[in-house]
């Protein structure tokens, strides 16, 4: 099946960010995409001082168009994240919809991202956001897909639990930054791809050199043998790639490491 990545230029007005992302979904449908992802905070601007005055109730304004949608264009559409409020609280949420434009999946993001590189970045996602407390996961025709946020990306355990569950496909929006971007982006999705021998995807925001946080872009496709197949600049684009899952079957029957790990010394367990 075909996986189109949106890497988009995000503005601060949403109403623009909204209109752009789904002209981008029907471009991609277009060209055959059957599963479609936009990336983390896609409908505002990322930073702490925004979530507030951006975020919306689910269902919601930026919700309804991404429905809309993925039923227009009959494709699997992963709503890379918009800030959500619910009861009084914000949460950093991705949600994805069917070819019907039923809501399929909503994660909201595990791992808040409070960093401090001294002289490089200090970031505190927690001084505005809270955490979900979920996996989630959604079933295609193709495969099972598992999601994750960004900075959920750094907590292996998380993959394996979806590898564990079935999942050949997991897929993070984020918006990594100049430090972290360079230093692991690449990095950490190889490694969960070969740890877990699956698919892995992530569709960042495109570049803004004005922007309060500058995301690293470079949206990227890692298949389960560890290798880059996709990779997108630092500018707006859509990058396709064809996902083979006769691949990864091959991968998993070269290297059965799913069958020989030793569940008597160890195992990870999903609590809820």
């Known amino acids: 099946f075909r996986l189109a990545l949106i890497q988009l230029h995000v503005s601060a007005v949403k109403s623009d960010n909204l209109q752009r992302a789904c002209g981008l979904v029907r471009e991609a449908s277009a060209k055959g995409a059957n599963v479609v992802a936009l990336p983390e905070c896609f409908n505002s601007p990322y930073g702490t001082q925004y979530f507030k005055e951006y975020a919306e109730k689910i269902p919601g304004e930026s919700t309804q168009k991404l429905s809309e949608v993925a039923k227009e264009c009959s494709v699997y559409l992963v709503g890379g994240s918009i800030p959500e409020e619910d009861g009084g609280k914000l949460y950093n949420t991705c949600t994805v919809f069917g070819p019907d434009g039923a809501m399929l999946a909503k994660h909201r993001k595990v791992h808040l991202f409070d960093i401090n590189i001294p002289g490089k970045i200090q970031f505190k996602e927690s001084e505005t956001l809270s955490p979900g407390n979920s996996f989630s996961m959604f079933d295609t025709p193709y495969c099972k897909v598992g999601l994750g946020i960004c900075y959920d990306i750094r907590f292996a355990e998380m993959a394996q639990i979806y590898g564990q569950k079935g999942c050949q496909l997991l897929i993070y929006p984020g918006a990594f930054n100049l430090t972290t971007g360079p230093a692991h982006w690449e990095l950490l999705q190889r ?21 309060s946080y500058v995301a690293w872009g470079h949206s990227t496709v890692v298949n389960p043998w560890g290798e880059v197949i996709a990779k997108a600049g630092a500018e707006e684009t859509v990058i396709y790639t064809d996902i083979d899952l006769k691949k990864l079957a091959e991968v998993r029957q070269q290297i059965p490491i799913l069958s020989q790990k ?3 010394l160890y195992g990870i367990e999903m609590k809820k």
């Open 191 to 211: 490694g969960r791809a070969v740890d877990n021998q699956v698919y892995v995807a992530t569709v960042s925001p495109a570049r803004d050199e004005k922007a």
């Open 262 to 264: 030793r569940c008597d």
